[in-house]
């Protein structure tokens, strides 16, 4: 089974930072796009951010030119840095690893944006 364990959110004010990291338990390598999604209350899950195998990166409009998705393969892990945070931003984090497959899916790591 694959592992995915998110860490590094938490309470910051607005204008603040957070890097998140999600840590998989094989080689990153092995996937085809790791990427990063949220989900608010009562919103739906939507995609944040995504890093391919190739490298190329795509990312929904509300975060372009805030945060930056990147990867760490010696250590099997991916990066979320988000920074100008605001209070939109609230909500729990996920990492999701696809493989050829199926998607694995972390358990979120929550984010919360004071004003």
């Known amino acids: 089974q694959v592992q995915l364990v998110e860490s590094g959110g938490g309470l910051v004010q607005a204008g603040g930072s957070l890097r998140l990291s999600c840590a998989a338990s094989?080689?990153?390598?092995?996937?085809?796009?790791i990427g990063w999604y949220r989900q608010a209350p009562g919103k739906e899950r939507e995609l944040v951010a995504r890093?391919?195998?190739?490298?190329?990166?795509v990312y929904a409009e509300s975060v372009k030119g805030r945060f930056t998705i990147s990867r760490d393969n010696a250590k099997n892990t991916v990066y979320l840095q988000m920074n100008s945070l605001k209070p939109d931003d609230t909500a729990v984090y996920y990492c999701?690893?696809?493989?050829?497959?199926?998607?694995?899916w972390g358990q979120g790591t929550q984010v919360t944006v004071s004003s």
């Open positions: 890093i391919f195998s190739g490298g190329r990166t």
């Open positions: 999701r690893a696809q493989s050829l497959f199926s998607p694995y």
């Open positions: 094989g080689s990153i390598l092995s996937f085809d796009v």
